[in-house]
């Protein structure tokens, strides 16, 4: 196993050596964001650019124009707020093919603290037109995505979570760009999630079998565009949903979902995230924790939610 930044800097040299399109600027995060993969093999195709985020996606969008498919390479707190006006109107607007690597993603960002937790990077890019937002559960399906995103034609905000997660696709997955994927079927209650969130979601459902509850997983690995089928199927079927997403539950996840259903398939929702506060610093398992996002947490919110249902 290895971690899903490791995942994502391996296949972007294995795309690289198929497609000499395939180009890196990176706002000096090349060993966290594991581009130094990259470097390393394609030194005359990697552009340093220090700490200079805005600058960064100028530069991005040029090469774009060029004819290039460029990664950017940041933290997500610094791909999101530091430089969003240049991603909105450089990359965006034009609908230029620019891919936004936003690492660190959340709050578990290696004991960095508030500074460093991207808490609001999917609200303010979900909110950008024409970008694509996308939140990977574990190495395989990131490796898909990263190869999915340099055939579309179009911007898109790419999440990288930091440490190694269990692997929770099933076997012969082949990632959508705009679907949803189906971890475990059940008719009680829906769990939608994205992200690292995805296995804590599966070990919460095993929790909740024990007490005779069935708990349908399904991952939106897409945030933007959101896979409507999929979503309201299930709520039909189960008749509640509780989203579980690392990152604030204003804007994320949890506010695409409820903006469906409300729509399509009013039906109770809770969301599981980060209560419009900011994080700290902190171990993983300390953080998910106190924030509310451990897998003990979602069953609570599981109860709470199935009470609200009768």
Same mark, same amino acid.
């Not at 997500?76 to 607007?93: G, I, T």
């Not at 990077?121 to 340099?150: F, G, H, L, T």
């Not at 055939?151 to 929770?168: A, T």
């Not at 539950?249 to 109770?268: H, K, Q």
């Given at each position: 196993?290895?971690? %899903?930044?490791?995942?994502?800097?391996?296949?972007? %040299?294995?795309?690289?050596?198929?497609?000499?399109?395939?180009?890196?600027?990176?706002?000096?995060?090349?060993?966290?964001?594991?581009?130094?993969?990259?470097?390393?093999?394609?030194?005359?195709?990697?552009?340093?650019?220090? *700490?200079?985020?805005?600058?960064?996606?100028?530069?991005?969008?040029?090469?774009?124009?060029?004819?290039?498919? =460029?990664?950017?390479?940041?933290?997500?707190?610094?791909?999101?707020?530091?430089?969003?006006?240049?991603?909105?109107?450089?990359?965006?607007?034009?609908?230029?093919?620019?891919?936004?690597?936003?690492?660190?993603?959340?709050?578990?960002?290696?004991?960095?603290?508030?500074?460093?937790?991207?808490?609001?990077?999917?609200?303010?890019?979900?909110?950008? =037109?024409?970008? %694509?937002?996308?939140?990977?559960?574990?190495?395989?399906?990131? +490796?898909?995505?990263?190869?999915?995103?340099?055939?579309?034609?179009?911007?898109?905000?790419?999440?990288? +979570?930091?440490?190694?997660?269990?692997?929770?696709?099933?076997?012969?997955?082949?990632?959508?760009?705009?679907?949803?994927?189906?971890?475990?079927?059940?008719?009680?209650?829906?769990?939608?999630?994205?992200?690292?969130?995805? +296995?804590?979601?599966?070990?919460?459902?095993?929790?909740?079998?024990?007490?005779?509850?069935?708990?349908?997983?399904?991952?939106?690995?897409?945030?933007?565009?959101?896979?409507?089928?999929?979503?309201?199927?299930?709520?039909?079927?189960?008749?509640?949903?509780?989203?579980?997403?690392?990152?604030? *539950?204003?804007?994320?996840?949890?506010?695409?979902?409820?903006?469906?259903? +409300?729509?399509?398939?009013?039906?109770?929702?809770?969301?599981?995230?980060?209560?419009?506060?900011?994080?700290?610093?902190?171990?993983?398992?300390?953080?998910?924790?106190?924030?509310?996002?451990?897998?003990?947490?979602?069953?609570?919110?599981?109860?709470?939610?199935?009470?609200?249902?009768?």
């Amino acid at each position: 196993m290895q971690s %899903v930044r490791d995942a994502f800097g391996k296949t972007l %040299v294995e795309i690289a050596h198929r497609d000499e399109r395939v180009v890196v600027i990176d706002a000096d995060l090349a060993s966290s964001t594991k581009v130094s993969y990259f470097q390393k093999e394609f030194p005359q195709r990697f552009f340093q650019v220090g *700490i200079a985020e805005q600058n960064m996606t100028g530069i991005a969008a040029g090469l774009a124009l060029m004819g290039r498919i =460029p990664f950017t390479s940041t933290f997500a707190v610094f791909a999101a707020r530091r430089a969003c006006d240049q991603v909105a109107m450089l990359a965006a607007h034009p609908r230029l093919p620019v891919k936004i690597v936003g690492a660190y993603s959340g709050i578990l960002s290696g004991n960095n603290g508030a500074t460093h937790q991207a808490v609001e990077d999917v609200a303010i890019m979900r909110a950008i =037109p024409n970008m %694509v937002v996308i939140d990977p559960a574990d190495e395989v399906e990131m +490796s898909q995505a990263v190869k999915a995103i340099v055939e579309y034609d179009g911007p898109v905000y790419l999440r990288l +979570s930091r440490d190694e997660w269990p692997i929770v696709v099933p076997p012969g997955y082949s990632f959508e760009l705009g679907k949803a994927v189906l971890l475990r079927p059940g008719h009680t209650v829906t769990l939608v999630c994205s992200g690292m969130m995805a +296995s804590l979601c599966l070990e919460a459902a095993a929790d909740l079998e024990t007490q005779g509850i069935s708990a349908e997983v399904l991952h939106m690995p897409t945030i933007k565009p959101l896979d409507v089928d999929s979503l309201v199927s299930t709520a039909k079927k189960t008749g509640c949903v509780v989203t579980i997403e690392n990152h604030s *539950i204003i804007g994320g996840l949890g506010g695409a979902v409820t903006e469906v259903l +409300s729509e399509c398939c009013p039906v109770p929702v809770k969301r599981i995230g980060l209560q419009d506060t900011y994080g700290e610093c902190g171990s993983n398992d300390e953080l998910l924790k106190k924030y509310g996002l451990s897998a003990k947490h979602i069953c609570k919110g599981v109860l709470d939610i199935i009470g609200r249902k009768r």
